[in-house]
Structure formats: structure tokens, C-alpha cells
């Protein structure tokens, strides 16, 4: 079992910066990817960041060149940093995480809303 705890979202105007982070617990030897997503109201939950089992990133187009994931410990502990905050970036972020077995794991969620 993994567990998988966001924080760091909040208000921002449009235009800031704001990091995510996400702690990991449990079985993370066991992580094989790892990554960030986002469900805004109305919409499907959908990728934003990811760490493939080999170490390679993927972004999703609307956030590449304006978001960063990273790591540190291997996998105990993940970031987003998300720069140049637009409106449309407003969603509730959530931690991701799938083990050896494909079994998928998610945080609770962290709201990040992006306005002036």
C-alpha cells in the first residue's frame, strides 16, 4: 500500500507561481510512476505531469514550458512547480501513483485556484 499526501495549493492572481508537493508513505519501493493530475469542475480528471518507471517526464501541452515536476528521495517526496498561473489552471490537484502490480493510489487533492 502507498499513501500519497498533497499540500501547497491556494489562491493565486494570475500570472504567480505556486508549488505542490506530495509526501509518499507506505510500500514506495514499490512505485514504478508517479506524477500529478487535475480535475476542474465539470471536466475529467486529466494528466499534468508525470514520472515514467524509466525516470523520463511527460507534460501535458497546456503546461509544458510553465510547469516543472521533480523529486527528491526517489519517490518519498514529488513537486509541481506551476509558474505563469493562468485561470484555466484552476482544479483540484491530485498525486499520483501506480506500484509494480499497476495498482493505482491517489491524494486527497489540493484546490488550486488561479484569479484575480
Known amino acids: 500500500q502507498v499513501q500519497l499526501v498533497e499540500s501547497g495549493g491556494g489562491l493565486v492572481q494570475p500570472g504567480g507561481s505556486l508549488r505542490l508537493s506530495c509526501a509518499a508513505s507506505g510500500s514506495i519501493f514499490s512505485i514504478s510512476a508517479m506524477g500529478w493530475y487535475r480535475q476542474a469542475p465539470g471536466k475529467q480528471r486529466e494528466l499534468v505531469a508525470t514520472?515514467?518507471?524509466?525516470?523520463?517526464?511527460v507534460y501535458a501541452d497546456p503546461v509544458k514550458g510553465r510547469f516543472t515536476i521533480s523529486r527528491v528521495n526517489a519517490k518519498d517526496t514529488m513537486y509541481l512547480q506551476m509558474d505563469s498561473l493562468k485561470p484555466e489552471d484552476t482544479a483540484v490537484y491530485y498525486c499520483?501513483?501506480?506500484?509494480?502490480?499497476?495498482?493505482?493510489?491517489w491524494g486527497q487533492g489540493t484546490q488550486v485556484t488561479v484569479s484575480s
Open positions: 514520472f515514467l518507471s524509466g525516470g523520463n517526464t
Open positions: 499520483h501513483a501506480r506500484d509494480s502490480t499497476k495498482q493505482d493510489y
